[in-house]
């Protein structure tokens, strides 16, 4: 086994990192030697702080959403996936606003798990609301669209 020569220089180099890219552990190794530098305790709850950053993005959204949800009209997710409009990309979409669609009718894709999931329109009607972004995430239960 040979001797390990530890080099302060390294540590605070990675020590830096995990400041400027808000990590909470760091490993390096080269051959048998391994230094690793991880943040305890009270430092680890400064990472949640970027999730706030998130929070008025999605704070400004929820006002239409809040509503549509409840709207009789609403067609909401059935999963969690990516959510896209068009079949393919460059196609044109399934739907628009103030398209009238029939019940059966593809609105959209979900992709999720590599599966594309075809999202029909429970009834007949005309579009009055896109909520749903194409190419976002939506969750399970999320207004998409808005069938009057």
Same mark, same amino acid.
């Given at each position: 086994?040979?001797?390990?020569?530890?080099?302060?220089?390294?540590?605070?180099?990675? @020590?830096? /990192? /995990?400041?400027?890219?808000? /990590?909470?552990?760091? #490993?390096v190794a080269?051959?048998?030697?391994? *230094?690793?530098?991880?943040?305890?305790?009270?430092?680890?709850? @400064?990472?949640?702080?970027?999730? !706030?950053?998130?929070?008025?993005?999605?704070?400004?959204?929820?006002?239409?959403?809040? &509503?549509?949800?409840?709207?009789?009209?609403?067609?909401?997710? !059935?999963?969690?996936?990516?959510?896209?409009?068009?079949?393919?990309?460059?196609? @044109?979409?399934?739907?628009?606003?103030?398209?009238?669609?029939?019940?059966?009718?593809?609105?959209? /894709?979900?992709?999720?798990?590599?599966?594309?999931?075809p999202?029909?329109? !429970?009834?007949?009607g005309?579009?009055?609301?896109i909520?749903?972004? &194409?190419?976002?995430?939506?969750?399970?239960? #999320?207004?998409?669209? *808005?069938?009057?």
């Amino acid at each position: 086994m040979s001797k390990f020569n530890i080099d302060n220089d390294t540590i605070r180099q990675l @020590a830096e /990192l /995990l400041d400027e890219t808000n /990590l909470t552990e760091i #490993e390096v190794a080269a051959g048998d030697n391994r *230094i690793r530098v991880a943040r305890q305790g009270t430092m680890v709850a @400064a990472a949640p702080a970027a999730a !706030p950053v998130a929070a008025p993005a999605a704070a400004a959204a929820p006002a239409a959403p809040a &509503d549509a949800g409840s709207h009789p009209g609403a067609v909401k997710s !059935p999963m969690v996936g990516v959510v896209y409009f068009a079949p393919e990309p460059g196609a @044109a979409p399934f739907i628009s606003v103030g398209s009238s669609v029939s019940e059966g009718q593809t609105l959209m /894709l979900i992709e999720a798990m590599k599966t594309f999931n075809p999202i029909r329109a !429970p009834k007949s009607g005309k579009i009055s609301q896109i909520i749903a972004t &194409d190419g976002h995430p939506v969750e399970y239960d #999320e207004p998409l669209v *808005i069938i009057e």
